[in-house]
């Protein structure tokens, strides 16, 4: 089992950035991929962000994020961080991180929830005026 915590989550304007980071202790040595999703209310828990832990540390990310987020890896520290810049109010959500020990996620072209075995409380961000 692997446990998640998240940081950084906070209140913001408009334009602004936030760094959010999660904290992975216990079994993380079959951790294979690692994921930010997010979740407003009254919507569906999106994938926006997912890293292979290999060496390579191949990267995928959803359309509404793309070239605004950024998602890293300090396997030293078995940390896993998103850096999310131009941030706009339709980004508000609460932001969870996830671990999947499964091998398909290392093959996706784009985040399956179901991949993922063990997440983290989550860290609200908020974005407005």
């Known amino acids: 089992q692997v446990q998640l915590v998240e940081s950084g989550g906070g209140s913001v304007q408009p334009g602004g950035s936030l760094r959010l980071s999660c904290a992975a202790s216990g079994d993380t040595a079959r951790t294979n991929c690692m994921a930010w999703f997010r979740q407003a209310p009254g919507k569906e828990r999106e994938g926006i962000a997912q890293?292979?832990?290999?060496?390579?540390?191949?990267?995928i990310y959803a359309d509404s994020v793309k070239g605004r987020f950024t998602i890293s890896q300090d396997n030293a520290k078995n940390t896993v961080y998103l850096q999310m810049n131009g941030l706009n109010p339709e980004d508000s959500a609460m932001y969870y991180c996830?671990?999947?020990?499964?091998?398909?996620?290392?093959?996706?072209?784009?985040?399956?929830?179901?991949?993922?075995?063990?997440w983290g409380q989550g860290t609200q961000v908020t974005v407005s005026s």
């Open positions: 890293i292979v832990t290999g060496r390579r540390g191949n990267t």
């Open positions: 996830a671990a999947s020990s499964t091998v398909s996620c290392i093959f996706r072209s784009g985040l399956v929830r179901l991949d993922y075995n063990s």
